[in-house]
């Protein structure tokens, strides 16, 4: 069914049943048989409650992951190759890295709040430099940072100002003026380009930046029925897609846009489909079950149950949109008792993990442009199966998403638990790594 909403067409697809094929019980045929690489144990900490340990990566020797104040890296028998340690917990921690290996995070020095930013190498462990967050004398003082890496450039905002800085250290690239700032900088997009979302009185744009300079190349303006920019995340910048929440809702709309900044398609998410943004300002790039091509857009469904007699199975599907059309073009299911969810993308295809099923262990699967069908890439290990089905998917949750890179797969977690969590310590682990070899 197709609307019409200020002048945008929107594809309404809550009802679309779609005909793609489905996966099964047993699996999707094919794919190499992993074994698993390593499994890490929950760190003990000195801190009642569970916090949160945001910021995973991986190359093809180190697993980066945060910890309890530091970054830690593990080769791939589970072996710590290396520890950074910071002055406090990770507050902040961008997705993308460099060609060369080299991220950001920020993290909490003292009792500042989210309040320096480091730049590390992943490969080498290796602190490229520190240093406190220009937050200067503002109204706020600081608040939520939202970080981002963009080519060689670190940009990072927060409450009342913005900087960014090259990814070898050294003075701003450039930074908010200390008084008289009109705009803020509400949401940051890294990797191949540097987008930002502009909050300017009650004017919400969509800006591409030069991430030497800060200079806009292009703008365009946000529907106006959106509360504030952070009601804008930004799912890709290469090719563009954005999730919208219009009015009180969190997570409405999915909106594409090419490579000029005009926008492409825009298309209703409606009560049926899993975005998996998470709650609460867990950073602008952090919808996790939404991968785009630059001809098609793939998102999860919601979980519901199955067709079997058994009413605690769980199944879903993911759905493909076209990317200048929105519309729905077939549905690829899950199989019975199984979930799956799009992690990534290899040239045309979507990457996908397949969840566990009793005592099948998962799959990563890719998902053809064309038709939905799968095929199998990664079969994880039967025996590991139980262990698997404790690693949550990103829902409404913050769950960390599952990394494929190199032919290896990462479950994680970005919460570390408490000593009031023994239970729940003894069971999860905080990472395992699957793969052919080490």
């Known amino acids: 069914m197709v609307l019409v909403a200020g002048g945008i067409w929107l594809f309404s697809v809550g009802g679309e049943d779609g005909n793609g094929p489905r996966g099964s019980e047993a699996g999707v045929p094919g794919g190499s048989h992993a074994k698993q690489l390593f499994s890490l144990e929950q760190p003990d900490?000195?801190?009642?409650?569970?916090?949160?340990?945001?910021?995973?990566?991986?190359?093809?020797?180190?697993?980066?992951?945060?910890?309890?104040?530091?970054?830690?890296?593990?080769?791939?028998?589970?072996?710590?190759?290396?520890?950074?340690?910071?002055?406090?917990?990770?507050?902040?921690?961008?997705?993308?890295?460099?060609?060369?290996?080299?991220?950001?995070?920020?993290?909490?020095?003292?009792?500042?709040?989210?309040?320096?930013?480091?730049?590390?190498?992943?490969?080498?462990?290796?602190?490229?430099?520190?240093?406190?967050?220009?937050?200067?004398?503002?109204?706020?003082?600081?608040?939520?940072?939202?970080?981002?890496?963009?080519?060689?450039?670190?940009?990072?905002?927060?409450?009342?100002?913005?900087?960014?800085?090259?990814?070898?250290?050294?003075?701003?690239?450039?930074?908010?003026?200390?008084?008289?700032?009109?705009?803020?900088?509400?949401?940051?997009?890294?990797?191949?380009?540097?987008?930002?979302?502009?909050?300017?009185?009650?004017?919400?744009?969509?800006?591409?930046?030069?991430?030497?300079?800060?200079?806009?190349?292009?703008?365009?303006?946000?529907?106006?029925?959106?509360?504030?920019?952070?009601?804008?995340?930004?799912?890709?910048?290469?090719?563009?897609?954005?999730?919208?929440?219009?009015?009180?809702?969190?997570?409405?709309?999915?909106?594409?846009?090419?490579?000029?900044?005009?926008?492409?398609?825009?298309?209703?998410?409606?009560?049926r489909y899993e975005p998996g943004c998470g709650i609460g300002d867990l950073g602008s790039e952090a919808c996790f079950n939404v991968v785009a091509t630059e001809d098609m857009v793939y998102i999860a469904t919601k979980e519901h149950s199955g067709k079997s007699d058994d009413s605690l199975s769980r199944t879903n599907e993911v759905m493909g949109f076209g990317f200048h059309s929105g519309e729905p073009k077939w549905k690829s299911g899950a199989g019975e008792g199984r979930t799956l969810f799009p992690i990534g993308t290899r040239g045309d295809k979507a990457i996908a993990y397949v969840t566990p099923a009793d005592d099948k262990g998962g799959q990563v699967v890719s998902v053809s442009p064309g038709d939905g069908e799968q095929h199998g890439l990664l079969r994880l290990p039967d025996e590991t199966a139980e262990q698997q089905s404790r690693f949550r998917v990103p829902t409404m949750s913050r769950s960390a998403p599952a990394l494929y890179v190199g032919g290896r797969l990462f479950l994680q977690r970005s919460l570390l638990y408490g000593k009031n969590d023994t239970d729940a310590k003894e069971e999860a682990p905080l990472a395992m790594g699957f793969g052919t070899g080490r």
């Not at 104040?69 to 910071?86: Q, T």
Request: negative net charge; contains cysteine; aromatic residues 6%.
């Open 45 to 271: 900490t000195h801190v009642k409650d569970a916090q949160g340990a945001d910021g995973s990566w991986a190359t093809e020797k180190i697993y980066a992951k945060s910890s309890i104040n530091a970054i830690e890296g593990y080769r791939m028998n589970g072996e710590r190759a290396w520890r950074i340690p910071l002055g406090g917990p990770v507050c902040a921690a961008s997705p993308h890295m460099t060609d060369d290996h080299r991220t950001a995070v920020a993290f909490e020095k003292g009792s500042g709040g989210c309040n320096s930013v480091a730049v590390f190498d992943v490969d080498t462990g290796k602190k490229l430099w520190d240093q406190p967050i220009p937050i200067g004398r503002t109204i706020f003082g600081g608040g939520d940072v939202n970080l981002t890496v963009a080519q060689d450039t670190v940009a990072l905002s927060w409450i009342g100002g913005f900087a960014a800085f090259p990814i070898e250290g050294g003075d701003p690239l450039w930074k908010s003026k200390e008084t008289g700032e009109t705009c803020e900088h509400s949401r940051y997009g890294g990797g191949a380009r540097l987008l930002v979302v502009l909050e300017c009185d009650e004017s919400l744009t969509l800006n591409q930046l030069d991430p030497k300079t800060g200079h806009s190349t292009w703008d365009m303006r946000l529907p106006h029925n959106l509360k504030d920019g952070r009601a804008v995340r930004i799912v890709d910048t290469d090719p563009i897609v954005l999730v919208l929440g219009i009015g009180d809702a969190s997570e409405s709309e999915v909106m594409t846009i090419d490579d000029d900044g005009s926008i492409a398609a825009t298309f209703s998410l409606g009560d």
